[in-house]
């Protein structure tokens, strides 16, 4: 079995800052890409980043110099840091992961069970 874990969220002021971390566990062979998704109320869920193996990222136009992903790759674990946080942000946030599973070798796309993000006035 393979599941991701997410952690960090809140409730905090307009201007604040968290910083949302989610651990994968499990039979892993492998992690692609890793990201964060989130979905306000009456919205369609969306990305707000994304990270490769690699290292390699990128954001929603919207979170562009406020929010930074980065990965631990030997904690499998991916982490989102959110400055400057603003009403709109308000939702609730996902973690994903592109991964192949250990022994049977099959590609997994797996989704964590979500976060709330608040963010007041």
């Known amino acids: 079995q393979v599941q991701l874990v997410e952690s960090g969220g809140g409730l905090v002021q307009a201007g604040g800052s968290l910083r949302l971390s989610c651990a994968a566990s499990?039979?892993?062979?492998?992690?692609?890409?890793m990201g964060w998704y989130r979905q306000a109320p009456g919205k369609q869920r969306e990305l707000v980043a994304a990270i490769t193996s690699g290292g390699t990222t990128n954001y929603a136009d919207s979170v562009k110099g406020r929010f930074t992903i980065s990965r631990d790759n030997a904690k499998n674990t991916v982490y989102l840091q959110m400055n400057s946080l603003k009403p709109e942000d308000t939702a609730v946030y996902y973690c994903?992961?592109?991964?192949?599973?250990?022994?049977?070798?099959?590609?997994?796309?797996?989704w964590g069970q979500g976060t709330l993000v608040t963010v007041s006035s």
């Open positions: 994903n992961a592109d991964l192949v599973v250990a022994v049977e070798m099959r590609y997994l796309e797996v």
């Open positions: 499990g039979s892993i062979f492998s992690i692609n890409a």
